[in-house]
């Protein structure tokens, strides 16, 4: 049974929490609610001493919904003990000081929960989901501050219209988005990742010749460089180094990815067009997976922190590095996330099989490294996925 922690703000307890531990103890969720300091009382300390009271929940699988000054203290408090968080839901959250005329006593306490940099750094580090609910109407915290807030900690924007501060005052009782961010996303879109997400082909060819010069071998060609990707080490290995022995042309490979991953970290790479868009409007419906047959997970990772899109995926899997093949690691993704339906997006002809094994459908990305193949669908370009996703979850 998963535990959910809610964390109320202010004023205490908002109606809407009352709604969210009656539906999520529908679907046997373990709903915490604890009471936390309010109004005059607030203090960090107040609040710590109560997250401790329930330390043994936080954790990997831990989903935690906070609401207004409930969001920082919270932020605060995992940050300080380097806790690791599953999925975080912030409601009406802020990192920055504000003021309200006439609300002292609310400016005072606002001042005690400003985030500095590395508690926000930490937040993105240690949560692996984070969703920021925020409304346009919000008679408390700017606007500005709200967006800010999403930024800071690079969650999944959700502005909504016209549900206030989402507190007491706010007259909300229900907030099924809530719900549905916590429980229905059972479909998934897996990526495979290069020709499908971005490109490296430059950085990689500078890369794997600065190795290659280094030991005074022979040059690979950009052709060559292009027709690996979506390939695992091994194969790769081979057609790098077709006159070594194996076991020497992966100790290259390893040297190789090592230098790759530096570069890209350094320089990033291609990020096809309006990825980001197509991302935000797929995450609104499913759960989104990169399944790449890398050997490093810091390549994928490298990927993450040079784009800013890891806040959009629910986890990656380098599959070479886990010695499965990447049908495989499509497979794990289902098993591990009990998916119901799922597609997989690639460029290739490894990425077709791999999904053919796993038995789920196939979008080719033809403007990736493939050839065009006969494959019933496709995309020519990023913003053609929406459409033809809607397809397959009907």
């Known amino acids: 049974m998963k535990n959910i922690l809610l964390i109320h703000g202010f004023n205490g307890l908002p109606e809407i929490f009352k709604y969210f531990k009656e539906e999520l103890e529908k679907l046997n969720y373990n709903v915490i609610m604890p009471d936390f300091p309010i109004r005059e009382n607030i203090t960090v300390e107040g609040y710590f001493e109560v997250f401790e009271k329930y330390r043994e929940c936080f954790s990997e699988d831990l989903i935690v919904v906070a609401h207004s000054i409930g969001n920082p203290m919270f932020l605060k408090y995992i940050s300080k003990n380097k806790f690791k968080i599953g999925t975080y839901i912030s409601l009406a ?186 991302l935000k409007k797929l995450i609104e419906k499913y759960q989104l997976f990169i399944v790449s047959n890398t050997g490093h997970k810091e390549y994928i990772e490298a990927f993450f922190i040079t784009s800013g899109l890891s806040k959009y995926f629910t986890d990656y899997i380098a599959a070479s590095q886990l010695n499965i093949s990447k049908a495989d690691g499509i497979k794990k993704v289902i098993l591990d996330y009990d998916i119901e339906k799922a597609v997989y997006v690639g460029d290739t002809k490894k990425d077709m099989e791999a999904s053919n094994e796993a038995n789920i459908p196939f979008i080719q990305a033809r403007y990736g490294f493939g050839d065009n193949l006969e494959t019933k669908y496709y995309i020519n370009s990023v913003e053609e996925l929406p459409k033809i996703i809607e397809k397959f979850f009907i």
């Not at 001042?111 to 580090?125: F, S, V, W």
């Not at 989402?166 to 909300?172: A, Q, T």
């Open 93 to 278: 959250g802020f990192s920055k000081e504000f003021f309200n005329k006439g609300k002292d006593v609310l400016n005072e306490k606002v001042k005690l929960t400003i985030l500095t940099d590395e508690e926000l750094n930490n937040a993105k580090e240690l949560i692996k989901i984070r969703f920021s609910i925020y409304s346009d109407s919000d008679h408390l915290v700017p606007l500005e501050l709200l967006e800010q807030f999403c930024k800071d900690i690079n969650s999944v924007s959700i502005p909504m219209k016209d549900i206030g501060h989402m507190g007491k005052k706010s007259g909300l009782v229900k907030l099924p988005k809530v719900i549905e961010l916590i429980t229905n996303k059972k479909d998934a879109i897996i990526f495979d990742l290069d020709g499908t997400l971005w490109e490296v082909t430059d950085e990689t060819y500078k890369s794997v010749n600065e190795v290659i010069k280094k030991h005074n071998l022979k040059e690979v060609n950009i052709n060559t460089i292009r027709s690996v990707f979506g390939l695992n080490k091994f194969e790769v290995a081979k057609l790098y180094f077709p006159y070594l022995e194996l076991e020497e042309s992966l100790e290259l490979m390893n040297e190789i990815s090592a230098v790759t991953i530096r570069n890209i970290r350094e320089h990033g790479g291609n990020i096809y067009t309006n990825l980001e868009n197509v």
